[in-house]
């Protein structure tokens, strides 16, 4: 008894099986896609990611405003410092158009902003004759 539900079962299932459309193979991967793009001469469908730091304008990759490229990388101005995706002046300098500048009086040495020589800073930061 046992052995005829198991044959039973088994008829059943592969009948059921039978019974299940069949898609149409389709292959997948690659090769195809380029073969499909050959095809359709559309070699532009598949657009290239831009590197790091840098957008889609069109079909380049350009910088961020106030940055230049160079190779594949996107550098701030000599006297800046690069954060993420943006280019900040050092400490104590603001930026005036892409440069960064030192407040009125004081000099620039290196990346510092200092008071001219003869003067000294006061308890509000302002650069005094002494």
Same mark, same amino acid.
Do not use: T
């Given at each position: 008894?046992?052995? /005829?539900?198991?044959? =039973? ?7 059921? +099986? ?13 090769? +195809?896609?380029? #073969? ?6 559309? @070699? ?10 840098? =957008? ?13 490229? /160079? ?27 892409? $440069? ?6 004081? +000099?620039?040495?290196? #990346?510092?902003?200092?008071?001219? /020589?003869?003067?000294? $800073?006061? @308890? ?7």
């Amino acid at each position: 008894m046992l052995l /005829k539900h198991l044959i =039973f079962s088994i008829v059943l299932g592969a009948i059921a +099986v039978a019974a299940l459309p069949q898609p149409e193979s389709q292959e997948w991967g690659l090769e +195809v896609r380029d #073969n499909e793009e050959q095809m359709n001469n559309n @070699h532009n469908h598949h657009q290239k990611n831009c590197p790091d730091g840098q =957008f889609r304008k069109g079909d380049r990759c350009v910088c961020p405003d106030g940055q230049f490229k /160079k190779g594949n990388h996107c550098f701030c101005p000599d006297d800046q410092i690069k954060m993420g995706n943006r280019c900040f002046c050092p400490d104590g300098q603001f930026k005036k158009g892409n $440069r960064c500048v030192c407040p009125d009086r004081e +000099v620039r040495q290196g #990346n510092r902003c200092k008071c001219p /020589k003869n003067e000294y $800073r006061d @308890h509000n930061g302002n650069c005094r004759r002494g």
